[in-house]
């Protein structure tokens, strides 16, 4: 194995650089396939990044800026001089097939880096102070970065996208469903955003104790449990049986308290098995990751959408989530989350669901935009943007109350109204219901 040479094309190498100097509209046709390190020649990868150079400063692009590009930057000699520069626009014929050349320049790329990630998985496998567990999510890791490299995206003419949006709407109208998106279970929330749409990402914030995971639960279980619709939960600041032990109790609508202290009357015990047997036949799957890094939940939520077919993604909650670069300022590492999320419901076309918390300021009043904790990107990143408030008592006096009134405040809706509604908590069961009567 060690004697092989790495895959490569040089012909294709050669061919993508020619081109980009016969023409000067072939450089941004080829950088949305290839960056300076997907050459496998260190020479082709100093004359790539020079012509970068040369298009950063808004330069013409040939063989004599070229030449004196790569001469300033002390490299002309190294990449073979100017007879080697010279020679590259000889070797294609015309750029009209440059994506091409790019392409098998990137697919021997991928091709390299894959052997590289699986000799440095061998070498880890050997270590015993690595668990298996952890090579595994860094195997996965190493891989989806290959996979999001140069995800820049195409273009189409409004025409193209017309035609497609006609047969949505086409399609919505003939079905006559009452929600275009995934109900929540709270009608009147649902009527205000026509439930919970396709890739967008929405935020669920609240002081703590409020009842944001609360919240989450409620609609998580209408939808796996009472909708069949597959869910995905990611667990971070609960464990994964405090959190089903709380969807039991909400279920079987029996006491927390009761089943905390063990204090169960026998007819307890059936609305328990009653409740457990529907949980476990809803397709809800729950990951209890703690302190879980944004790649690895990545990873995962990939995995639940292709293997398990989620239609929608819960995290509970989002400044949980560990940035892969702990160096940045806090709201830096926030920021990144927040985007990647966004990216995330935009690739895999879910609905993501992910709570946080809001700042101490909003505390006695209901919350604003301005509120949310630690970075102003949740804000910018998110299509919908739903505030839980209540006057707060304590947990005993909310225990000992059958219901507790409790706003939700639609603060943002890319796509729709903004505005108030009102939702019954019930503290005994830790569950959120339907208001006798809701307006809207």
């Given at each position: 194995m060690k004697d092989r040479v790495p895959p490569h094309n040089n012909d294709a190498e050669l061919a993508t650089l020619g081109a980009t100097l016969l023409d000067p509209e072939a450089l941004g046709r080829v950088l949305a396939y290839l960056r300076a390190d997907d050459f496998y020649r260190s020479a082709h990868q100093h004359i790539f990044s020079a012509i970068l150079g040369l298009s950063d400063r808004g330069e013409e692009i040939d063989l004599i800026t070229l030449t004196h590009e790569l001469k300033a930057r002390g490299e002309l000699e190294r990449v073979g001089g100017a007879a080697y520069v010279s020679g590259l626009t000889s070797v294609v014929p015309t750029s009209a097939n440059v994506e091409y050349?790019?392409?098998?320049?990137?697919?021997?790329?991928?091709?390299?880096?894959?052997?590289?990630?699986?000799?440095?998985?061998i070498a880890q496998g050997y270590?015993?102070?690595i668990e298996s567990r952890m090579l595994v999510e860094e195997a996965e890791r190493k891989i989806f970065e290959i996979t999001d490299e140069h995800q820049t995206g195409s273009f189409l003419k409004a025409g193209e996208?017309?035609?497609r949006t006609i047969e949505a709407i086409e399609k919505l109208y003939h079905t006559q469903e009452d929600y275009t998106g995934i109900p929540s279970g709270l009608p009147a929330l649902d009527n205000l955003t026509?439930?919970?749409q396709d890739a967008e990402f929405i935020i669920v914030g609240a002081r703590p104790s409020v009842g944001k995971t609360a919240l989450a639960l409620s609609m998580a279980a209408n939808i796996a449990i009472h909708q069949k619709i597959p869910v995905g939960f990611f667990t971070l600041e609960m464990s994964d049986m405090a959190l089903m032990q709380r969807l039991i109790?909400?279920?079987?609508?029996?006491?927390?308290?009761?089943?905390?202290?063990?204090?169960?009357?026998?007819?307890?015990?059936?609305?328990?098995?009653d409740a457990a047997g529907l949980i476990y036949d809803a397709p809800l799957w729950i990951s209890d990751t703690p302190n879980i890094k944004l790649l690895d939940l990545?990873?995962?939520?990939?995995?639940?959408?292709s293997q398990l077919g989620i239609r929608i993604l819960f995290i509970d909650y989002l400044t949980l989530v560990g940035a892969e670069n702990s160096e940045i300022p806090r709201h830096e590492q926030i920021a990144e989350i927040s985007?990647?999320?966004?990216?995330?419901?935009?690739?895999?076309?879910?609905?993501?669901v992910a709570l946080s918390q809001v700042s101490r300021e909003s505390e006695g009043r209901r919350p604003t935009l301005a509120n949310l904790r630690e970075s102003g990107s949740i804000e910018q990143d998110a299509d919908v943007v739903i505030f839980l408030h209540r006057e707060r008592g304590t947990e005993q006096e909310e225990e000992h109350q059958n219901v507790v009134e409790t706003e939700l405040v639609v603060a943002k809706q890319r796509n729709g109204p903004v505005g108030t509604i009102r939702v019954a908590f019930v503290p005994r069961y830790t569950?959120?219901?339907t208001l006798a009567e809701e307006p809207v």
């Open positions: 050349y790019a392409r098998i320049v990137r697919e021997h790329s991928a091709r390299r880096k894959l052997i590289r990630i699986a000799n440095e998985i270590d015993d102070s996208i017309v035609g026509s439930g919970f109790a909400s279920e079987a609508r029996v006491g927390s308290q009761r089943i905390r202290t063990g204090m169960l009357r026998p007819s307890d015990f059936k609305n328990l098995t990545r990873a995962q939520a990939r995995r639940m959408r985007r990647s999320l966004k990216a995330l419901a935009r690739e895999l076309n879910i609905p993501i569950k959120f219901e």
